[in-house]
C-alpha cells in the first residue's frame, strides 16, 4: 500500500497551473492540476485512455470537443481520451482538480510541471 497526503500536492504558482503526480504505474497515472484564477490548461487529448476528473475545490469551464461546461467542488467527470480538452480557472478562487488516466498514451502525460 502507498499512502499520499493529497494536501500537500495542492501547490499553487502564480506563473502558470502545476501538475502534482499522485501515483503512476504501467497502466494508469493519478495527479492533481493547481489553477490559480485565470489560468488555464491548453486544449489537448488524451489518445487510447479514459480521463476521469474530481474538483476537488474551486470552479471552472471545461471545453471538450468545444463544448463548454461549468464545474465546480464536487464535480466529477469523465471524458474519452480522444475528445479535445482544456480547462479554465474562471473563479475568483484556486481550483484543485483530481485526475485519473486510465493509460498513459505518452510518457510526456507524467511529467509534473
Not at 488524451?46 to 471538450?64: C, F
Not at 464535480?75 to 475568483?92: I, L, M, N
Request: charged share 25%; aromatic share 8%.
Amino acid at each position: 500500500m502507498e499512502k499520499i497526503a493529497l494536501k500537500e500536492r495542492i501547490e499553487y504558482s502564480n506563473e502558470k497551473f502545476t501538475k502534482r503526480i499522485l501515483f503512476k504505474d504501467q497502466q494508469s497515472l493519478i495527479f492533481v492540476l493547481n489553477f490559480m484564477p485565470g489560468q488555464q490548461l491548453p486544449a489537448h487529448r488524451h489518445p487510447g485512455a479514459i480521463v476521469y476528473l474530481t474538483v476537488l475545490q474551486g470552479e471552472g469551464v471545461i471545453t471538450t470537443d468545444g463544448q463548454d461546461t461549468a464545474v465546480s467542488e464536487g464535480d466529477v467527470v469523465r471524458c474519452e481520451g480522444d475528445e479535445v480538452f482544456s480547462f479554465s480557472c474562471t473563479g475568483t478562487e484556486p481550483t484543485s482538480l483530481y485526475v485519473l488516466l486510465s493509460s498513459i498514451p505518452d510518457e510526456r502525460y507524467a511529467q509534473e510541471v
